[in-house]
């Protein structure tokens, strides 16, 4: 089993950044790759950005391309999201994900932080 936790959200005005952390622990040896997901207030939840373990690879959907970037720290088995130029469409809560399906579903979730971006 892989717990997650994500944290670094909260309430920005447009045009601002935030930072996201997501800590995985337990059995994190196998990771494949890690990512993000949001879910805006009566949407579905949407694929948002994912890094391969080995940080070879990176996945944007459009909308966050050349504002989102995503990170990770393999000692502290850590991937980070950073937002910039925050758009109100951005809002939602972020899920952290990981896969140890090398590339099939998604096996593990976080509980989500809440990102609210202000016009």
């Known amino acids: 089993q892989v717990q997650l936790a994500e944290s670094g959200g909260g309430l920005v005005q447009a045009g601002g950044s935030l930072r996201l952390s997501c800590a995985a622990s337990?059995?994190?040896?196998?990771?494949?790759?890690m990512g993000w997901f949001r879910q805006a207030p009566g949407k579905e939840r949407e694929f948002v950005i994912s890094?391969?373990?080995?940080?070879?690879?990176?996945y944007y959907t459009d909308s966050v391309k050349g504002r989102f970037t995503i990170s990770r720290d393999i000692p502290k088995n850590t991937v980070y999201l950073q937002m910039n130029s925050l758009k109100p469409e951005d809002t939602g809560v972020y899920y952290c994900?990981?896969?140890?399906?090398?590339?099939?579903?998604?096996?593990?979730w976080g509980q989500g932080t809440h990102v609210t971006v202000s016009s």
């Open positions: 994900a990981a896969d140890q399906n090398s590339g099939g579903p998604w096996n593990y």
């Open positions: 337990g059995r994190t040896f196998n990771i494949y790759r």
């Open positions: 890094i391969s373990w080995s940080g070879v690879s990176t």
